[in-house]
């Protein structure tokens, strides 16, 4: 398998995202508490993600648009309290910064560092965070949201986009990620290659909608993919 780019998963592949998650609607309530104490005492963190939830299923169009789906639970919430919208801007920009401040993998930063020596980095991603306000936009040639992109994982198109972004050929990118799903089986699908980063090391699900389906590569941590695309980039050396 010779490969000559790599896309990179976001969120559970080079951080956890859970922390990220509950440490945003912490600092949330915290402000809302500080600035408007009637809405935080109405829409405590668990209320509030409720609400989240029902917007995202009263709005399966907007399924690739996490902040899109944020900001209307914003306005719910501050409109059940008598308030306008002009403090949803503020309200979410105290949750995506809080979104932001994320804990990488420890073997996320030299990972990228190595691999983005020998090949060029694209990253794929259904959430919305930012790399540039995380400090890694650096490593990467491009950078595909589904919000951006108009359409999530698994489907082809985002996987495609970032091909084109990286002015390859789908066969000629392998796409990392965590989940078998989303990220195998869509890249899969898409044409590109796939590796499954499985820091559990558990065993590859046995869902119907993965028959037939397995990854090119079977990586515990990042640090192990990197030493793959190092052999393998001299392999190809020798080979050429």
Known sequence: ??????????????????????????????????????VAAAW?????RELRERVSDEHPHLAHDYTAQRLITLERAFAACGIGDEHVADAYEVYFAARNRVDCYPD???????????????????GNADLARIGLRAHFRACISARECGIAKPAAAIFHAACDALGLAPGDVLHVGDDPWLDVAGAQAAG?????LNRGGGPWPDHAALAGVRPDLEVRNLGELARWIQLHAAEAGRAG
């Open 1 to 38: 398998m010779r490969i000559r780019a790599v896309s990179l998963d976001l969120d559970d592949t080079l951080w956890p995202i859970e922390p990220a998650i509950v440490a945003a609607e912490q600092a949330l309530d915290d402000w809302l508490r500080t600035h408007h104490a009637p």
């Open 44 to 48: 405590p963190i668990a209320a509030l």
């Open 108 to 126: 996320a930063l030299p990972a990228l560092q190595a691999i983005g020596a020998r090949l060029p980095l694209a990253s794929i991603s259904n």
């Open 192 to 196: 590109l290659r796939t590796a499954w």
